[in-house]
T-cell receptor, first 115, second 112 residues
Framework: DTEVTQTPKHLVMGMTNKKSLKCEQH?????MYWYKQKAKKPPELMFV???????INESVPSRFSPECPNSSLLNLHLHALQPEDSALYLC??????????????FGEGSRLTVL | GESVGLHLPTLSVQEGDNSIINCAYS??????FIWYKQESGKGPQFIID?????DKRQGQRVTVLLNKTVKHLSLQIAATQPGDSAVYFC???????????FGTGTSLTVIP
């Protein structure tokens, strides 16, 4: 069983809706990540938070808005999405030791469908 | 059986044979590499990792080889079992931050 929990597992939304994806980990990891994965493709990095601060934004459109309220939680706020944004959204976390990091632990993902 | 990543994204092997999955990574400055297994409908699962100061690391039934000269990573699975059927991704840690980037992936099918 994964120690990274993502909710909801499935989400269907219209292009005018506002919704959020949530991710939680209790392993004491200080780096958290959002990836987007389309069918039969590798995960694509979207955002990285290190010590609760946004450290990497891979030129993601502003209709995706990440938030890290504390060291255990990571949210992804969704607004005015397009059908091509339909994908599996994966959250991951990793331990940090200064500038060094351990392996990524992934959640099971949130399957998003935009109508 | 053996895959060559981008050119052979699928690999079929007989149960009990050894499998070799290959990955070409992009950044010569990458210092940490991980192999993940992803089953249908699930998140990626850690298999084995290796840092750039090593060229080989062994786990239970799995071995990772790193060739920095040609920027190549391979995963060897011994005595492949039906439960090993999945998509396998290599990931490299690249850049000044904690970014991990994934390779194309190889779909492994084990024939009983």
């Amino acid at each position: 069983d994964t120690e990274v929990t993502q909710t909801p597992k499935h989400l269907v939304m219209g292009m005018t809706n506002k919704k959020s994806l949530k991710c939680e980990q209790h392993m004491g990891h200080r780096a958290m990540y959002w990836y987007k994965q389309k069918a039969k493709k590798p995960p694509e990095l979207m955002f990285v938070y290190s010590y609760e601060k946004l450290s990497i934004n891979e030129s993601v459109p502003s209709r995706f808005s990440p938030e890290c309220p504390n060291s255990s939680l990571l949210n992804l706020h969704l607004h005015a999405l397009q059908p091509e944004d339909s994908a599996l959204y994966l959250c991951a976390s990793s331990q940090l030791w200064g500038a060094s990091t351990g392996e990524l632990f992934f959640g099971e993902g949130s399957r998003l469908t935009v109508l | 059986g053996e895959s060559v990543g981008l050119h052979l994204p699928t690999l079929s092997v007989q149960e009990g044979d050894n499998s070799i999955i290959n990955c070409a990574y992009s950044n010569s400055a990458s210092d940490y590499f991980i192999w993940y297994k992803q089953e249908s409908g699930k998140g990626p699962q850690f298999i084995i990792d290796i840092r750039s100061n090593m060229d080989k690391r062994q786990g239970q039934r799995v071995t990772v080889l790193l060739n920095k000269t040609v920027k190549h990573l391979s995963l060897q699975i011994a005595a492949t079992q039906p439960g090993d059927s999945a998509v396998y991704f290599c990931a490299e840690k690249s850049g000044a931050g904690n970014q991990f980037y994934f390779g194309t992936g190889t779909s492994l099918t084990v024939i009983p």
